[in-house]
């Protein structure tokens, strides 16, 4: 009977999700009071008067809070339900009213800003050699034009004709378009202007009729006067008293920050982002279309790396921009979308982790008091609980069958079998006799007979590792790949490797050597072990032969790690060293 690696099922393609989401949400929720903690702490220290935030987890809003004062002479409380500014978090907004048209075949992304802004066409390029300016390059900060914070608050309420005698008077520019990323409000502001273009509605009318209401955002508005009289009112700190913020009409900049929302309204949008992932059959409930939405998320235009030394340990982040949204990695978060927003009277942001289907927000009432500090903290916090883990993936058929096929081999070899596993190239990078070799002398240093010690572990729907488990004690661990053919992926990459048990003597010395026991010579590793990672105990064995040569995990206070070491025959620990462990990013 032959081994066939067959990917026919009714679900090829199953959808990731949260192992026992039930008890995942109750923990985070546990951790509720000390998020709201926190952000007060934060409130405090930066002098905000009032501020509503929430928390938002699998696409349902589980959580909302509100603290201080709406209107400082009055004392009148925020609620829930009080309207803040959010400022540029309404570049999002625009960028999804402008896939909207591309999505119904009205514009394109790669469309010639001059075909629905002609005056931008009579302005002088900076160079020869540029290129025409695409709609593309304003949703991701790239066209080119100067930063423009705090000039760009001032101008929410210009009219569109001031708006046109400044581009007919020419652009300003301060790098080519499509060279480097400048954070720009005239650019979201000449969005504002092609969605009114393409879509024959004005930019207010056709936000608020397709992308609000669909959403269910009832008490949202892009003017402010229509807010009522429960909004927040705005408000910069003069040494100790609050002194209010003329309120900003809407008008040709609104496009770029000039949505007024309530914290009910906020955890539906973001409910709505979280609800694009994972990619998935079904049928479309949102105003745009899910896979719109995941475009938003990507990285578009690098932004920059910033590099840090925090009491946890080192921390990375690597930021750049989507369409209308901030797309950043860090040490502990591999993916992270949001935005933040900032107005005279207002700070607000938004963050989500689109894998992790958790998302917060907060919104103030101070110019500029952005609480994005506060709410990557409150992620921190959620992270602790342990239940803040990403979406499983599931077995996919293919990964199954080709385990099977791979474990037959393991068992015995039949070349006919062996050949329709394996991809075109599997037998061209190292020979089927080799393979079959490293095989059998892989199965003589573990011993015993092995069987399957569980299902795949799948990295995605193509790719995946399995263990064996040995009568020795042992482990064997195969890792394999399977290519782009059909209707039979078959197997392009393919390794195994034993995971033996320490020995006495290798174990002995490891726990030495964690302990800080080892040897006087080998002292300033094992401080620099301690200086990076904390307090660590000794895990699962990763690889080696037990006896000489071994790695095994190590569980520490700051992440994880590996360590390696290095017997003589007469059992003296001659090396080891650390590194950062599998699946961690940053080494602290």
């Not at 220290?45 to 809003?61: I, K, N």
């Not at 032969?545 to 700051?558: F, I, S, V």
């Given at each position: 009977?032959?081994?066939r690696?067959c990917?026919?099922?009714a679900?090829p393609?199953?959808?990731?999700?949260?192992?026992?989401?039930?008890e995942r949400?109750?923990?985070?929720k546990a951790?509720w009071?000390?998020v709201?903690?926190?952000?007060?702490?934060w409130?405090?220290?930066?002098?905000?008067?009032?501020?509503?935030?929430g928390?938002?987890l699998?696409?349902e809003?589980?959580l909302l809070g509100?603290?201080g004062?709406?209107?400082?002479?009055?004392?009148?409380a925020?609620?829930?339900g009080?309207a803040?500014r959010?400022?540029?978090?309404?570049k999002?907004f625009t960028?999804?009213?402008?896939?909207?048209l591309?999505?119904?075949?009205k514009l394109s992304l790669?469309?010639?800003?001059a075909?629905?802004?002609?005056?931008v066409?009579?302005s002088?390029?900076?160079?020869a050699?540029?290129?025409?300016?695409r709609?593309r390059q304003?949703?991701?900060h790239?066209?080119?034009?100067?930063?423009d914070?705090?000039?760009?608050d001032?101008?929410l309420g210009?009219?569109?004709?001031?708006?046109?005698?400044?581009?007919?008077?020419?652009?300003p520019w301060?790098?080519a378009?499509g060279?480097?990323?400048e954070?720009?409000?005239?650019?979201?502001?000449l969005?504002?202007r092609?969605v009114?273009?393409?879509s024959?509605?004005?930019y207010?009318?056709?936000?608020?009729?397709e992308?609000?209401k669909?959403?269910?955002?009832t008490?949202s508005?892009?003017?402010?006067a229509?807010a009522?009289a429960?909004a927040?009112v705005g408000y910069?700190?003069?040494g100790?008293?609050?002194?209010v913020?003329?309120?900003l009409?809407h008008g040709?900049f609104?496009?770029?920050?000039?949505l007024v929302?309530t914290a009910p309204?906020?955890?539906k949008?973001?409910?709505?982002h979280?609800?694009?992932?994972?990619?998935?059959?079904?049928?479309?409930?949102?105003?745009v279309?899910r896979?719109?939405v995941?475009e938003m998320?990507?990285l578009w235009r690098w932004?920059?790396?910033?590099?840090?030394?925090?009491?946890a340990g080192l921390?990375?982040?690597a930021t750049?921009?989507g369409?209308g949204?901030v797309v950043s990695s860090t040490c502990q978060?591999g993916?992270?979308?949001?935005?933040?927003g900032?107005?005279?009277?207002?700070?607000s942001?938004?963050?989500?982790a689109?894998?992790?289907?958790?998302?917060?927000?907060?919104?103030?009432?101070l110019?500029?008091?952005?609480?994005a500090a506060?709410l990557?903290?409150?992620?921190?916090i959620?992270?602790?609980?342990?239940?803040l883990?990403?979406?499983?993936w599931?077995?996919?058929?293919?990964l199954?069958?080709?385990q099977?096929?791979?474990?037959?081999?393991?068992n015995e070899?039949r070349?006919?079998e062996?050949e329709?596993?394996a991809?075109?190239?599997?037998f061209?990078d190292?020979?089927a006799?080799?393979?079959r070799?490293?095989?059998?002398?892989l199965?003589?240093?573990v011993g015993?007979e092995?069987?399957?010690?569980g299902?795949v572990?799948p990295?995605n729907?193509?790719?995946?590792?399995f263990?064996?488990?040995?009568?020795s004690?042992?482990l064997?661990?195969?890792?394999?790949t399977?290519?782009p053919?059909t209707p039979e992926?078959?197997?392009?990459f393919?390794?195994?490797q034993?995971?033996?048990?320490f020995s006495?003597?290798?174990?002995?010395q490891a726990?030495?050597a964690?302990?800080?026991?080892?040897p006087a010579k080998w002292?300033?590793?094992?401080?620099?072990l301690r200086?990076?990672?904390?307090?660590c105990?000794?895990?699962e064995v990763l690889a080696?032969?037990g006896?000489?040569?071994?790695?095994a995990?190590?569980?520490?206070?700051?992440?994880r790690?590996?360590?390696?070491?290095?017997?003589s025959?007469s059992?003296?620990l001659?090396d080891?060293?650390?590194?950062?462990?599998?699946?961690?990013v940053?080494?602290?």
């Amino acid at each position: 009977m032959g081994l066939r690696v067959c990917a026919q099922s009714a679900t090829p393609y199953p959808t990731p999700s949260f192992s026992s989401p039930g008890e995942r949400v109750a923990k985070l929720k546990a951790a509720w009071p000390e998020v709201e903690k926190s952000l007060g702490q934060w409130a405090e220290q930066r002098g905000v008067p009032g501020m509503s935030y929430g928390l938002v987890l699998d696409g349902e809003t589980v959580l909302l809070g509100a603290r201080g004062m709406r209107e400082v002479p009055s004392r009148a409380a925020v609620e829930t339900g009080t309207a803040f500014r959010i400022a540029s978090m309404t570049k999002s907004f625009t960028s999804l009213a402008i896939l909207k048209l591309r999505d119904e075949g009205k514009l394109s992304l790669d469309d010639d800003v001059a075909r629905w802004v002609p005056e931008v066409g009579r302005s002088r390029y900076p160079t020869a050699d540029t290129a025409p300016l695409r709609v593309r390059q304003l949703l991701t900060h790239g066209a080119g034009f100067p930063e423009d914070n705090p000039w760009g608050d001032q101008q929410l309420g210009r009219p569109a004709e001031l708006m046109t005698r400044w581009l007919e008077q020419g652009l300003p520019w301060s790098t080519a378009p499509g060279t480097a990323y400048e954070y720009s409000n005239y650019g979201f502001a000449l969005l504002g202007r092609i969605v009114e273009r393409a879509s024959g509605r004005d930019y207010r009318e056709y936000v608020e009729t397709e992308i609000l209401k669909p959403l269910g955002m009832t008490h949202s508005t892009l003017e402010p006067a229509t807010a009522g009289a429960g909004a927040a009112v705005g408000y910069r700190r003069e040494g100790r008293e609050f002194r209010v913020e003329p309120s900003l009409a809407h008008g040709a900049f609104g496009a770029m920050g000039g949505l007024v929302t309530t914290a009910p309204d906020l955890a539906k949008y973001v409910a709505f982002h979280l609800n694009a992932w994972p990619p998935r059959d079904g049928r479309e409930t949102g105003p745009v279309r899910r896979s719109s939405v995941r475009e938003m998320h990507q990285l578009w235009r690098w932004n920059g790396l910033n590099v840090t030394r925090e009491a946890a340990g080192l921390n990375v982040r690597a930021t750049g921009y989507g369409y209308g949204l901030v797309v950043s990695s860090t040490c502990q978060f591999g993916h992270l979308v949001g935005h933040g927003g900032g107005l005279p009277g207002f700070g607000s942001n938004m963050l989500w982790a689109p894998e992790y289907g958790v998302g917060l927000f907060a919104m103030t009432n101070l110019t500029y008091a952005g609480p994005a500090a506060a709410l990557g903290e409150a992620l921190g916090i959620l992270r602790k609980t342990g239940a803040l883990t990403p979406r499983a993936w599931p077995v996919a058929p293919v990964l199954a069958s080709a385990q099977q096929a791979l474990f037959g081999l393991w068992n015995e070899w039949r070349q006919p079998e062996a050949e329709h596993v394996a991809a075109d190239n599997l037998f061209l990078d190292r020979a089927a006799d080799a393979r079959r070799a490293d095989l059998e002398e892989l199965k003589k240093s573990v011993g015993g007979e092995c069987k399957l010690a569980g299902p795949v572990r799948p990295e995605n729907w193509l790719r995946g590792a399995f263990d064996l488990e040995c009568a020795s004690g042992a482990l064997v661990r195969i890792e394999f790949t399977l290519a782009p053919t059909t209707p039979e992926p078959r197997v392009q990459f393919w390794s195994a490797q034993a995971m033996l048990p320490f020995s006495p003597a290798m174990r002995r010395q490891a726990e030495r050597a964690v302990a800080g026991k080892a040897p006087a010579k080998w002292k300033p590793r094992w401080e620099e072990l301690r200086r990076g990672y904390g307090a660590c105990k000794l895990g699962e064995v990763l690889a080696g032969d037990g006896a000489l040569t071994g790695t095994a995990a190590l569980d520490c206070e700051r992440g994880r790690a590996q360590m390696t070491l290095r017997l003589s025959a007469s059992g003296r620990l001659e090396d080891f060293s650390v590194a950062k462990g599998p699946g961690e990013v940053c080494v602290p």
